[in-house]
């Protein structure tokens, strides 16, 4: 493999890149072809998992590491990268020495973080391994860097192969009878995800497609039905209906609002552990609250909510009087993006709020105690196996941009590995891949095969 990569032009790594439909499997999905294909001096592989009871990525470094290093390398290869970092938290000792060995002589590093939330984060990441800010708004790139997933990485030196993303590494935990870490085909059902690890534990449960903190409730059981595993699932928890983490997130917006005008006391705690605040953003979340509880017009104030990474510490963690400002910084941020209303406030990094970030940098430990999930930290899910459904429903949106067209049709026969769904003409996405080999049943948002 580092013979293959070491002969390609930097044009033939992201053409690579790009047919095996590689997104960022950290965060929304962002098409890793267009991510890479840019100059910066350092590469970071992010392997922090910050988010509580997650276990996949460990699980890829744990098997591999020496294809995350090529992935790395070809990265570091196609951006022009002179330096390169893996990130992982000091707890992950065995991992740490796995990757030193392989790292002797190549000159990537390895950097260890404290277990704090968000660490994977990565603005946060940026700022812990450099101490540099990323400006509001900005992008990694803006400080001359690009950070990467392990799982992504694992991805692009599957791609320097020829081997496109049809596979998930996915944790089931939480109320389930048998907890672990799973490998699926893209597009299998939540539903059976869960029956594959012996069923819920407890009746009625309510799932979290990826983590406690920021990730998507399924609360009925259409929305369970329906569900399945894309290239950006990582965790599928369940827990008990009610449970705290299910009440905030079913609260209306006109709760919400109610709230927030009779109860946010404008003590600042949301803003002063912020983590964005926190390496010197201008997000100061509380002005936010106070306008979103008063409905006033104060566009520059109420702004301030695009720079929110809706991680939910604010809400979660930091608010004394159980309030929302996250979820309310994401409704502001859809209204503004509807109405195309852009950040009107400075863009500065003021170095000053990063003093005492030491201080208030929020454990995982105790943050899951605050949350409602201590009982299942001490879980950890080993490898299960892998898994392969009779049918797949693959969503042709699963990245950040345009959705994939497919290129099949209804009664096609396709094998796994082929591509089933492009990139539309002049617009950003990314390829869609069998996942199973079968027959075609249907095409509409999603592709359904059956296995033959």
Same mark, same amino acid.
């Given at each position: 493999?580092? @013979?293959?990569?070491?002969?390609?032009?930097?044009?033939?790594?992201?053409?690579?890149?790009?047919?095996?439909?590689?997104?960022?499997?950290?965060?929304?999905?962002?098409?890793?072809?267009?991510?890479?294909?840019?100059?910066?001096?350092?590469?970071?592989?992010?392997?922090?998992?910050?988010?509580?009871?997650?276990?996949?990525?460990?699980?890829?470094?744990?098997?591999?590491?020496?294809?995350?290093?090529?992935?790395?390398?070809?990265?570091?290869?196609?951006?022009?990268? +002179?330096?390169?970092?893996?990130?992982?938290?000091?707890?992950?000792?065995?991992? *740490?020495?796995?990757?030193?060995?392989?790292?002797?002589?190549?000159?990537?590093?390895?950097?260890?973080?404290?277990?704090?939330?968000?660490?994977?984060?990565?603005?946060?990441?940026? &700022?812990?391994?450099?101490?540099? #800010?990323?400006?509001?708004?900005?992008?990694?790139?803006?400080?001359?860097?690009?950070?990467?997933?392990?799982?992504?990485?694992?991805?692009?030196?599957?791609?320097? +192969?020829?081997?496109? /993303? @049809?596979?998930?590494?996915?944790?089931?935990?939480?109320?389930?009878?048998?907890?672990?870490?799973? *490998?699926?085909?893209?597009? #299998?059902?939540?539903?059976?995800?869960? +029956?594959?690890?012996?069923?819920?534990?407890?009746?009625?449960?309510?799932?979290?497609?990826?983590?406690?903190?920021?990730?998507?409730?399924?609360?009925?059981?259409?929305?369970?039905?329906?569900?399945?595993?894309?290239? @950006?699932?990582?965790?599928?928890?369940?827990?008990?209906?009610?449970?705290?983490?299910?009440?905030?997130?079913?609260?209306?917006?006109? #709760?919400?609002?109610?709230?927030?005008?009779?109860?946010?006391?404008?003590?600042?705690?949301?803003? +002063? =552990?912020?983590?964005?605040?926190?390496?010197?953003?201008?997000?100061? #979340?509380?002005?936010?609250?106070?306008?979103?509880?008063?409905?006033?017009?104060?566009?520059?104030?109420?702004?301030?909510?695009?720079?929110?990474?809706?991680?939910?510490?604010?809400?979660?963690? $930091?608010?004394?009087?159980? =309030?929302?400002?996250?979820?309310?910084?994401?409704?502001?941020?859809?209204?503004?993006?509807?109405?195309?209303?852009?950040?009107?406030?400075?863009?500065?990094?003021?170095?000053?709020?990063? =003093?005492?970030?030491?201080?208030?940098?929020?454990?995982?430990?105790?943050?899951?105690?605050?949350?409602?999930?201590?009982?299942?930290?001490?879980? &950890?899910?080993?490898?299960?196996?892998?898994?392969?459904?009779?049918?797949?429903?693959?969503? =042709?949106?699963?990245?950040?941009?345009?959705?994939?067209?497919?290129?099949? *049709?209804?009664?096609?026969? /396709?094998?796994?590995?082929?591509?089933?769904?492009?990139?539309?003409?002049? $617009?950003?996405?990314?390829?869609?891949?069998?996942?199973?080999?079968?027959?075609?049943? *249907?095409?509409?948002?999603?592709?359904?095969?059956?296995?033959?």
């Amino acid at each position: 493999m580092r @013979t293959l990569q070491n002969t390609l032009s930097r044009d033939q790594l992201i053409s690579k890149i790009k047919a095996a439909g590689v997104v960022g499997e950290g965060g929304a999905g962002f098409p890793a072809h267009v991510k890479y294909d840019t100059k910066v001096e350092t590469v970071i592989a992010n392997g922090c998992e910050c988010e509580p009871l997650l276990y996949s990525d460990q699980y890829i470094m744990q098997t591999c590491a020496k294809s995350i290093v090529t992935g790395m390398k070809a990265v570091m290869q196609a951006s022009g990268a +002179e330096q390169g970092i893996i990130a992982i938290k000091k707890k992950y000792t065995a991992i *740490s020495q796995a990757f030193k060995q392989i790292l002797a002589d190549t000159g990537i590093q390895i950097f260890e973080l404290d277990n704090f939330y968000p660490a994977g984060d990565e603005q946060i990441l940026i &700022h812990e391994i450099t101490g540099r #800010t990323v400006p509001p708004l900005g992008l990694p790139k803006d400080q001359d860097m690009v950070v990467a997933n392990v799982g992504t990485l694992f991805g692009v030196a599957n791609a320097l +192969e020829d081997l496109p /993303v @049809t596979q998930k590494i996915v944790t089931v935990t939480g109320e389930v009878a048998t907890p672990a870490v799973i *490998s699926v085909p893209v597009g #299998t059902p939540v539903r059976e995800c869960i +029956e594959f690890c012996q069923g819920a534990s407890v009746k009625d449960p309510v799932v979290v497609l990826g983590g406690p903190m920021m990730g998507k409730f399924l609360t009925t059981e259409q929305e369970i039905d329906q569900a399945v595993v894309t290239k @950006t699932v990582g965790g599928i928890i369940l827990l008990p209906r009610n449970h705290p983490l299910h009440q905030a997130a079913s609260l209306s917006l006109e #709760t919400m609002q109610i709230r927030a005008a009779t109860a946010c006391i404008q003590c600042r705690i949301c803003t +002063e =552990l912020c983590p964005r605040y926190l390496v010197g953003q201008g997000f100061e #979340t509380h002005r936010v609250m106070r306008v979103f509880a008063g409905g006033s017009q104060d566009l520059e104030s109420a702004s301030q909510a695009m720079m929110c990474c809706e991680c939910g510490v604010c809400e979660l963690f $930091a608010c004394p009087m159980g =309030l929302s400002p996250r979820r309310i910084n994401a409704e502001l941020k859809n209204r503004f993006r509807l109405g195309n209303i852009q950040y009107q406030g400075p863009k500065e990094v003021i170095p000053n709020q990063s =003093l005492f970030r030491d201080y208030r940098k929020v454990p995982t430990p105790r943050l899951a105690t605050k949350i409602g999930i201590g009982a299942y930290m001490d879980i &950890h899910p080993a490898f299960l196996g892998s898994y392969s459904p009779d049918q797949v429903s693959i969503p =042709l949106s699963q990245h950040i941009g345009a959705p994939a067209l497919a290129v099949v *049709s209804p009664g096609d026969t /396709v094998q796994k590995g082929d591509c089933i769904a492009d990139i539309p003409d002049k $617009a950003m996405g990314a390829r869609i891949h069998a996942s199973i080999s079968g027959v075609v049943q *249907s095409i509409d948002q999603s592709i359904i095969i059956k296995g033959s």
